[in-house]
């Protein structure tokens, strides 16, 4: 019987060009998704637009107040954003929800200031979320130059200053 196939002598699968040019590509390939992977570009899904607020800092008699500048996304709640303030030495000072320490948004007047001395005074009345010229006053007795503060939600810092 003939054989009908032939066997190949020669035991060189690739040329050694090709299997360097092959190589490099999925180096480059296996790369690129890695830094894909580690900037966060693939994400979850579910996420959107970060969340932040800016204030502008000023300070008037025995306060500090920190107005609301900016907002960059809506939906941040007053129930679940905390304001904490740390003094010189990074210990808390302070921490308060801002429902704790909501004002009255038709007088003004913050509800706990004796015992909180920190007061969010928001611009319009039922209002539910932080929105842009809303207020918060510290005490300055209470919460003394370079004393560092945060505005916290469940996820995020929304904003972080010193008090100058």
Same mark, same amino acid.
């Given at each position: 019987?003939?054989?009908?196939?032939?066997?190949?002598?020669?035991?060189?699968?690739?040329?050694?060009?090709?299997?360097?040019?092959?190589?490099?590509?999925?180096?480059?390939?296996?790369?690129?998704?890695?830094?894909?992977?580690?900037?966060?570009?693939?994400?979850?899904?579910?996420?959107?637009?970060?969340?932040?607020?800016?204030?502008?800092?000023?300070?008037?008699?025995?306060?500090?107040?920190?107005?609301?500048?900016?907002?960059?996304?809506?939906?941040?709640?007053?129930?679940? +954003? +905390?304001?904490?303030?740390?003094?010189?030495?990074?210990?808390?000072?302070? +921490?308060?929800?801002?429902?704790?320490?909501?004002?009255?948004?038709?007088?003004?007047?913050?509800?706990?200031?004796?015992?909180?001395?920190?007061?969010?005074?928001?611009?319009?009345?039922?209002?539910?979320?932080?929105?842009?010229?809303?207020?918060?006053?510290?005490?300055? +007795?209470?919460?003394?130059?370079?004393?560092?503060?945060?505005?916290?939600?469940?996820?995020?810092?929304?904003?972080?200053?010193?008090?100058?």
């Amino acid at each position: 019987m003939k054989k009908l196939w032939l066997i190949r002598k020669d035991e060189e699968a690739v040329s050694p060009v090709i299997a360097t040019i092959l190589m490099v590509a999925i180096t480059v390939v296996l790369a690129a998704v890695l830094y894909v992977m580690v900037s966060g570009l693939l994400g979850t899904g579910g996420g959107g637009a970060a969340k932040s607020v800016g204030f502008s800092p000023s300070s008037a008699g025995n306060n500090w107040t920190l107005t609301v500048a900016s907002v960059s996304a809506s939906g941040i709640s007053y129930a679940t +954003t +905390t304001f904490k303030v740390y003094d010189t030495n990074g210990a808390p000072a302070s +921490t308060n929800l801002l429902k704790d320490i909501m004002g009255s948004p038709t007088t003004g007047k913050c509800d706990n200031w004796a015992a909180k001395k920190v007061c969010y005074v928001p611009t319009g009345a039922g209002q539910l979320e932080v929105k842009v010229g809303d207020r918060l006053l510290a005490d300055k +007795t209470t919460y003394g130059s370079s004393y560092k503060w945060e505005l916290l939600d469940a996820s995020s810092i929304l904003a972080n200053g010193v008090f100058s």
